[in-house]
């Protein structure tokens, strides 16, 4: 009887955490197959593996995003995160300048989306992807179309690597890895940058920053172009008509400086501009925004993530520029010709040269969203 008690119990507390499947998440399942590089049977198995997660639902609904600009910052743009950032930047120097190079990408650039992500991987989650995705593709109707296609490309992608589907932690929206990378993104956009043909965006420097700068490459950064500047308006009211809705969505120089915004000189008034307004602990901070901006948010759409991700660049650069200086100006030993050192020019630190990285394959999707949201 004690025996019969406890079965029932364990049958109980199964049923509480892998749900069976209803005829709706068959006939899901169906059209996933019929989209995607995988089958019913694999997308069966994985969703029956799968547990809902109803603190995913309860997360999805209250982002992070929706705070105001003042406090969002204060979680990205510490000093933790600045002088980290340099110690990983100096660590994989190597690595940094030679994806930079390959895909002409700011290398800051690169080193402050892995920073705003995982702070350097020790975020990268703790969630099963497979159950994130299944919750969201399956039981989030808002975002069940997006994540359902995530969950297929996940069990995608976990075939060709070999991961047991319930193996691989992420986000609660299923991002994966240093850079977070969602399922379609690391099938897209991941590169085996050091050639070892494997792909891995966890553990391997080379694969994580050769990745992420890829997908900017890909997205259409232009190396050294400008991101966004601070400005100044002479009224909000007639400024705020300049607003608009999505990043796509543009003025020109010239419209912004006939509703009073302050746009410097070297841009003409055919350029065109996003203009944006943050939310201050008082009143609010305005900035231009340009097409490398909007670049940003193909990672993550929100222009708060967009400027972190920016101002944290810059500081990382500075911070790491000086500790380059420092480097080159601590005296040398005092015999040999090189005892003076030319100040400011830092000395060559860079590795021996690795073997060449294969070209990263062409990009098979144009759909230029990181999902993250
Ligand atoms: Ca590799």
Redesign the pocket.
């Known amino acids: 009887m004690k025996k019969l008690l406890g079965l029932a119990f364990l049958l109980l507390a199964h049923t509480a955490l892998a749900e069976p499947l209803t005829p709706e998440d068959r006939a899901l399942i169906a059209d996933l197959a019929s989209k995607h590089q995988v089958s019913v049977q694999d997308l069966t198995y994985a969703a029956e593996e799968a547990k809902l997660l109803p603190k995913i639902l309860s997360t999805m609904d209250r982002p992070y995003e929706a705070k105001p600009w003042y406090i969002y910052r204060k979680n990205f743009i510490v000093p933790a995160r600045i002088n980290e950032g340099v110690d990983f930047w100096i660590k994989n120097e190597a690595i940094i300048d030679r994806a930079a190079e390959r895909f002409q990408v700011n290398p800051e650039i690169v080193v402050a989306i892995i920073g705003v992500e995982t702070f350097y991987g020790k975020n990268m989650g703790n969630f099963r992807v497979l159950d994130a995705l299944y919750t969201l593709g399956f039981r989030y109707p808002k975002r069940a179309a997006y994540f359902s296609g995530e969950f297929a490309r996940f069990v995608e992608l976990a075939n060709k690597q070999g991961w047991k589907y319930g193996d691989i932690k992420g986000s609660y929206a299923g991002a994966m890895g240093m850079g977070q990378f969602m399922p379609t993104s690391y099938l897209t956009w991941g590169v085996?940058?050091?050639?070892?043909?494997?792909?891995?965006l966890f553990k391997?420097k080379?694969?994580i920053i050769g990745s992420v700068a890829y997908y900017f490459q890909d997205h259409g950064w232009k190396k050294n172009w400008e991101v966004t500047v601070p400005t100044t308006v002479k009224n909000p009211d007639t400024a705020a008509l300049m607003l608009t809705e999505t990043m796509k969505d543009t003025r020109t120089a010239g419209e912004l400086r006939a509703h009073g915004v302050y746009v410097p000189e070297r841009f003409k008034d055919s350029m065109p501009i996003k203009l944006l307004r943050f939310e201050e602990e008082h009143g609010y901070s305005w900035h231009l925004a340009f097409h490398n901006f909007r670049v940003i948010t193909t990672y993550n759409r929100s222009p708060l993530y967009a400027m972190s991700v920016y101002q944290l660049s810059q500081m990382i650069r500075d911070s790491y520029l000086n500790r380059k200086k420092a480097l080159s100006e601590t005296p040398v030993k005092p015999e040999g010709k090189d005892r003076h050192q030319a100040p400011g020019k830092p000395r060559d630190v860079r590795k021996p040269a690795p073997k060449p990285a294969p070209k990263p394959a062409p990009s098979r999707s144009g759909k230029p969203n990181h999902g993250r949201k």
Do not use: A, K, Q
Not at 192 to 200: A, K, R, S
């Open positions: 085996d940058f050091n050639g070892d043909g494997h792909t891995d391997n080379w694969d």
